[in-house]
């Protein structure tokens, strides 16, 4: 009798260590091997097929970015979207683990951190927490420019290399420093371009 009760806990444990390896063994396709080939339609049809990223036409990700995320289903159900004409640059993190929305021609330099998740540092248990991160059109994000959970990047705005950007950052507003603190503003003409330059031939 005793056996025949453990039976279902057995398959469900058997079940979630399967689906545990499974995701550990697709995050490391993504981030050691799909993201050092030098081909964008091979890595854009990964990211978009295997883990439900939406990407918008004429955008690139470029070699070595690594993405965060518990498995293709959540990243799926969270939601992750990249407008179209936008750059992701060499190096970067994307913390899909939390929704994130990137408008169009936006243009993220290298080693930046997009980031979604945290641990709430005044709660017992040292839990995770996540939140959406907001980036909309024309935004550019300066090279390991940090980006943390819950910030919202308006139209047009700059922030700076090395900055650590939180909360909201008003339209055409120029932040730098950590954190991020306003240091100028951008002119509504500056935006007025498309980033369709042809994509470099092994980035």
Request: proline fraction near 7%.
């Amino acid at each position: 009798m005793r056996i025949e009760e453990d039976v279902p806990e057995q398959g469900a444990a058997r079940t979630v260590g399967i689906n545990s390896f499974a995701v550990r063994v697709l995050n490391y396709l993504t981030n050691h091997v799909i993201n050092r080939v030098p081909s964008y339609r091979l890595r854009h049809g990964w990211y978009r097929w295997i883990l439900g990223i939406d990407i918008g036409d004429h955008s690139g990700i470029h070699l070595g970015c690594y993405v965060w995320f518990y498995g293709p289903h959540q990243t799926r159900r969270t939601g992750v979207h990249i407008g179209a004409y936008s750059r992701i640059n060499r190096d970067c993190c994307l913390d899909a683990r939390g929704p994130i929305h990137i408008g169009d021609n936006v243009s993220v330099s290298p080693e930046v951190a997009i980031l979604t998740t945290h641990h709430r540092l005044d709660s017992p248990g040292f839990p995770l927490e996540s939140r959406g991160v907001v980036i909309e059109d024309h935004v550019w994000i300066g090279m390991r420019a940090t980006i943390l959970p819950g910030t919202i990047i308006r139209r047009g705005a700059v922030v700076a290399a090395g900055a650590v950007a939180r909360g909201e950052i008003p339209p055409l507003t120029v932040v730098a420093g950590v954190p991020a603190r306003p240091v100028g503003t951008r002119s509504p003409e500056a935006l007025d371009y498309v980033l369709d330059g042809p994509f470099p031939l092994f980035e």
